[in-house]
Each structure stands twice: as C-alpha cells, then as structure tokens.
C-alpha cells in the first residue's frame, strides 16, 4: 500500500525544538520530492520546505510567505525510506497540522503547484504554547 505516515508531533513551548517524521510505505521515497505543508485553525494550508527527489536538495517553497527560515530544516533517510522536519526555536504562530507530500521525480520542488503533489499523509498536530 502506497502511502505516507507522520508522526512525532505534540505540545512544546516557545523556544523548544521538535522533529516530525513522514516514514513512506509502498515506495521509495528518495524517488520522490517531498513537501511539507501546514495548516493553522481557520487558515489556509501552506507550503513550507520541500526536499527534492534524487540527490535531496532542500528549498523553501517560493509562494511561501512565513518566517521558518533559519529555523526549519528537513533531511531524508533513504535507509529508513523517511523525511524528517526539524523546527527549532518553535513560536506559537507555528500552531498547525504538518503534513508531507509526495511528488514523483522532481529535482526541483521549491515551485510545484500543491495539487501536483499526489501522495498525501494524514497530518500530525504541532502545539506551541507555553
């Protein structure tokens, strides 16, 4: 079964860290680009880091607006088939549901249209809040 599974979110303070894992199944995943989007209460999903397929070269996606830079990461365990989101120095404003995504064969994936993406996971709640 082709699919994509997040996991490790929860409640931090503002200031902590946390890393989120988006582990795949039926595929693998080093072939894909993989995307990381959120979405707050009442906002819209928005994309924030994507990690491209092949080599892994991480972007930020280009329509996004937020501030994650200097703060989000994401790397790829292609012996785990899983992608990682490490956010660090977390503020409340980072409050929203993660999800990954998964598009085939991109090298490139700071500009690809969400709706390209075709393998989505179910999300994992991140709460900042002191």
């Known amino acids: 079964q082709v699919q994509l599974v997040e996991s490790g979110g929860g409640l931090v303070q503002p200031g902590a860290s946390l890393r989120v894992s988006c582990a795949a199944s039926?595929?693998?995943?080093?072939?894909?680009?993989i995307g990381w989007f959120r979405q707050a209460p009442g906002k819209e999903r928005e994309g924030v880091l994507c990690?491209?397929?092949?080599?892994?070269?991480?972007?930020?996606?280009?329509y996004y607006s937020g501030s994650v830079k200097g703060r989000f990461t994401v790397s790829r365990d292609n012996a785990k088939n899983t992608v990682y989101l490490q956010m660090n120095s977390l503020k409340p404003e980072d409050t929203a549901v993660y999800y990954c995504?998964?598009?085939?064969?991109?090298?490139?994936?700071?500009?690809?249209?969400?709706?390209?993406?075709?393998?989505w996971g179910q999300g994992t709640q991140v709460t900042v809040s002191s």
């Open positions: 039926g595929f693998t995943l080093s072939d894909y680009a």
């Open positions: 990690i491209s397929s092949g080599d892994g070269r991480i972007y930020y996606i280009t």
């Open positions: 995504a998964a598009v085939f064969d991109r090298t490139v994936c700071d500009g690809i249209d969400p709706n390209d993406y075709d393998i």
